[in-house]
């Protein structure tokens, strides 16, 4: 089976390339990339006028398989996923029952085999159960597939035991990736803590809260060496935090997601679910600075942390709703619409953000269109803008905050190791 | 909207309201427990006029009061024009005397099926007249009116505007066609 | 300018020819609580459900009065908050109501936005009766009403609000209605109980009381919660009392005629003294009254307007 795209912008920054380019796919594996391919395909794409780029690499997906496959499963968000030009998605462990252990490990990945539609990788529980207790076991883990360690959705509050965690991980070469927060400084709080959540009524998490943790995890990381990864930076003090341990040179990377470089804590003065999110949505502030920390290349990756609620969970009492938002089918769109719209980024940087980075960080042979790479492309329609619906959700849930919103971008075509989709709407 | 026709001018107004204060004060045989109603808006300055004119007929002054009837509509959504729930201002006791309850325009009635209802709250008055300006058919009610200033045949397709010098600064009704 | 909304869920949103608005139809509903027959059937045939999920009876009753003082029907469900969580969500609680085609819901409830929640689910009009640490709108309306009442204007006022600023939803809609009708506010508070940049709402802040009556046309003492303890440190009671609460001593050197306003229920010896609350300046008793009309016209305005929506209405 032969493919070839053609005509389209290629932009591969891992092999410097920015050019009107035709790409040749051989079932699964890139097999050519030149300049006016000639000779006989079963397909062609056309893509003139269009941009043709590595699929993206999402670090920050919660697939909730298994456990909650009313919210999303394996197959519901990988489809979601290539619907939003995102070709691999590391999934987070806080599934029921976390994956904390070589069995689980197991049943996650019989079920990736079953149904998965794009490349899934597992991340896994740092602690037993994710309770911050026991530490789970990096060796057997990392050996059963896991590529990364988390306790996403709660961080690690014992200092000893992370410290240990790093130790471990540094002994196993397996990155960590943080979810920094201290609940105690959160104060159950639902909203960024400000003016915002004086006017709502609402108790505040203060940035303090997140950046407090993000300076000790790296203080640990460096104690020990092991690689660290920041997870959704909201605010400033963590960004300046993060510059300052790059300087000394730290092992830390670290990411955003599309909601904190759109909108900010305003978005929530409609006591919305659908802005609920953990970090919350901070002042407008921290979210340029969240916009300077991508454009100067401070922060890594773009990563959705794509969070499916079902709407029982959602549609209810801000104070009582769930957090997060679903991001796999938005990102791209968002990043394009607010980040290349605004000269912060160009499409070479977008790639790096969204694509080859992540795949760097996590130690993948993905994220770029070199010849016998893994054939997962996307073909975007860089102009066309589209309103964001609840109805056209591939995810089960459709807890977006970017409903009704238009975005610029589409993604035409992804191709996953090879496999052709087509998106109309 | 098209005026069409002036009807009554600041004169015309004035015999009218002469002419009225003597009726009434004939067929009540004098002042005795006469009250005046005005319904919000116009009424109430048409009624404080009639005062005015039987003070100069009588020599007495005649109790006067202010009735809004919003609250006693039976169209709380078609309210068009003026929304506003203004106050009621009865400020002497209404039990057993002869009210005059007075209007610029009767139209459908249900204006005047408001304020009876609105009136009867506020006690058992012996008895209740209705004088208006004008009067322009169509009722959808069975009510009449007392004393009529003017009866002036109408088609519905057609307004008459009141306007009076304490509202809208000139004393004159004209016909006016709608769209 | 009419009124358009078919909610009232807090004073932030409203403008002040809104507000205006309001306090000039409660005027002429204040007239019908005087008469002998206490009652207008504005809104008879029409059902106004009290739905609270926190125990309330003030409130309550004073929307109970006024939605009879208009004719309207009255269905009162009390739920405990416990229950929420296992039973039906407040949305199919909302629904449920719809369908027994009741035309308002006036709800009080102990989280912050529920009712702007509900208000964008449902059809019938939503009224707000305190939600969480959000707004009380009528009873800050009806503060407002009273202050009025009494000194005659608005603009140009001082009002100090003295009490749990941050865990206070009368706080707040008190100081979006007075800031709108340009009176001066000052909180008063612990410094534990000043919400972060409160200020930004443009009001002035102090923990001193005596300088928070100082120039006061009027004070309201807000009622203290010390049972909502637990999560944020509070002040003693006494201790309270010592450095906050509404003394005669204290209003010496306040002015003379200063208004002092109480949304109750009161905790004598605590936000102020007995002869306080019912001496020469407290007005607590005339807000009670107050409230009723104030809340006649809020149901009656909403209802208007609710009723011009279904029918579609062309309100220019």
Redesign the interface.
């Given at each position: 089976m032969k493919t070839l795209i053609k005509g389209g912008r290629v932009v591969d920054p891992a092999n410097k390339i920015d050019a009107l380019m035709d790409i040749l796919v051989e079932d699964s594996k890139i097999s050519k990339v030149a300049k006016n391919i000639q000779g006989a395909a079963d397909k062609i794409i056309d893509a003139s006028g269009k941009i043709v780029l590595p699929g993206l690499v999402d670090m920050h997906v919660h697939l909730r398989e298994p456990g909650r496959e009313d919210k999303e499963t394996i197959c519901s968000g990988s489809k979601a996923a290539l619907a939003g030009g995102v070709t691999s998605v590391l999934a987070m462990p806080n599934t029921s029952p976390a994956i904390d252990s070589k069995e689980n490990i197991k049943i996650i990945k019989t079920a990736i085999q079953k149904s998965a539609k794009a490349n899934c990788f597992i991340c896994a529980a740092i602690t037993k159960g994710r309770l911050g207790e026991e530490l789970s076991d990096f060796a057997s883990l990392k050996k059963e597939g896991a590529i990364a360690l988390s306790d996403d959705g709660s961080s690690v509050d014992k200092d000893a035991l992370m410290l240990e965690a790093f130790k471990q991980a540094k002994k196993e070469d397996i990155l960590v990736i943080c979810h920094s927060e201290d609940k105690k400084l959160a104060?159950?709080g639902v909203v960024n803590?400000?003016?915002t959540?004086?006017?709502?009524?609402?108790r505040?998490i203060s940035t303090e809260s997140e950046y407090k943790r993000v300076e000790r995890d790296i203080r640990l990381a460096k104690e020990t060496g092991a690689r660290v990864h920041i997870a959704h930076v909201s605010c400033q003090e963590s960004l300046e935090i993060i510059a300052r341990a790059k300087k000394n040179k730290v092992r830390v990377t670290c990411e955003s997601a599309p909601h904190y470089f759109t909108f900010n804590e305003e978005a929530v003065l409609?006591?919305d679910p659908n802005f609920k999110m953990n970090p919350p949505l901070r002042s407008k502030e921290d979210m340029l600075a969240i916009r300077k920390g991508l454009a100067d290349g401070l922060i890594d990756v773009i990563a959705s942390d794509h969070a499916p609620h079902t709407e029982?969970e959602k549609?209810?009492?801000?104070?009582?709703a769930e957090c997060g938002v679903i991001g796999l089918e938005t990102e791209l769109a968002a990043a394009i619409t607010e980040l290349i719209g605004n000269n912060l980024l160009d499409w070479s940087k977008l790639v790096l953000k969204m694509s080859l980075n992540p795949s760097r960080i996590l130690g993948l042979n993905k994220g770029t269109l070199s010849v016998g790479a893994d054939a997962d492309i996307i073909v975007v329609d860089p102009e066309r803008e589209w309103v964001v619906k609840k109805e056209n959700f591939y995810s089960k849930s459709k807890n977006s905050s970017f409903i009704g919103r238009s975005l610029k971008g589409f993604v035409e075509y992804t191709l996953c190791q090879g496999k052709v989709h087509k998106w109309n709407s | 909207m098209k005026e069409k026709a002036k009807i009554l001018d600041k004169d015309a107004i004035a015999r009218i309201a002469t002419r009225i204060s003597h009726e009434i004060v004939e067929k009540n045989k004098g002042v005795e427990n006469l009250c005046l109603i005005g319904i919000r808006n116009r009424g109430v300055y048409l009624a404080q006029r009639l005062a005015k004119c039987i003070k100069n007929i009588e020599g007495a002054d005649i109790p006067t009061g202010a009735l809004d009837i919003t609250l006693y509509r039976d169209d709380l959504a078609l309210a068009s024009g003026q929304p506003l729930v203004r106050k009621t201002e009865i400020d002497f006791d209404i039990n057993g005397k002869n009210l005059i309850l007075v209007d610029d325009v009767l139209y459908t009635g249900r204006t005047v099926r408001a304020a009876l209802d609105a009136l009867i709250d506020f006690g058992r008055p012996k008895s209740i007249s209705l004088a208006v300006l004008i009067d322009r058919g169509h009722r959808e009610l069975p009510i009449r009116a007392d004393y009529a200033g003017k009866n002036i045949p109408t088609s519905k397709d057609e307004a008459v505007e009141v306007r009076l010098q304490e509202t809208e600064g000139v004393d004159e009704v004209v016909i006016v066609e709608k769209n | 300018m009419g009124w358009i909304r078919k909610d009232l869920l807090g004073l932030e949103e409203l403008s002040q020819e809104e507000l205006e608005l309001i306090l000039s139809t409660a005027e002429s509903f204040k007239e019908v609580s005087s008469r002998e027959i206490k009652k207008v059937p504005a809104l008879r045939g029409k059902t106004v459900v009290n739905l609270f999920y926190e125990p309330s009876t003030r409130t309550r009753v004073s929307f109970e009065v006024a939605a009879k003082r208009l004719s309207a029907d009255v269905i009162n469900i009390a739920t405990e908050t416990s229950s929420v969580k296992k039973g039906e969500t407040l949305i199919d609680t909302g629904r449920n109501i719809e369908a027994l085609k009741a035309d308002i819901i006036v709800m009080r409830h102990n989280f912050s936005g529920a009712a702007v929640m509900l208000a964008r689910h449902v059809n019938l009009s939503v009224v707000n009766a305190g939600d969480g640490w959000h707004e009380h709108p009528t009873q800050a309306l009806l503060d407002i009403f009273t202050l009025k009442e009494k000194l005659g204007k608005l603009e140009g006022l001082n009002v100090s609000i003295v009490g749990d600023i941050a865990h206070s939803r009368v706080a707040r809609s008190n100081i979006w209605g007075l800031t709108k009708l340009g009176v001066k506010v000052t909180v008063c508070a612990p410094k534990m109980l000043i919400p972060v940049a409160i200020e930004k709402m443009g009001v002035a802040v102090t923990s001193d009381i005596d300088e928070a009556l100082r120039n006061a046309d009027a004070v309201n003492v807000l009622r203290m919660q010390f049972e909502r303890d637990g999560e944020t440190a509070f002040p003693k009671q006494l201790e309270y009392f010592k450095e906050f609460g509404i003394t005669q001593e204290r209003l010496k050197k306040a002015k003379k005629d200063i208004i002092v306003m109480h949304p109750g229920p009161i905790n004598r010896g605590i936000e102020m003294s007995s002869d306080v609350a019912d001496g020469a300046n407290s007005v607590i008793l005339e807000q009670v009254t107050n409230g009723i009309a104030v809340r006649m016209a809020v149901l009656f305005l909403v209802a208007q307007a609710n009723e011009k929506i279904k029918n579609n209405e062309d309100f220019n």
């Open positions: 104060a159950g803590l400000g003016f959540s004086t006017r709502l009524g609402l505040g409609g006591y029982n549609d209810i009492e801000f104070e009582r | - | -």
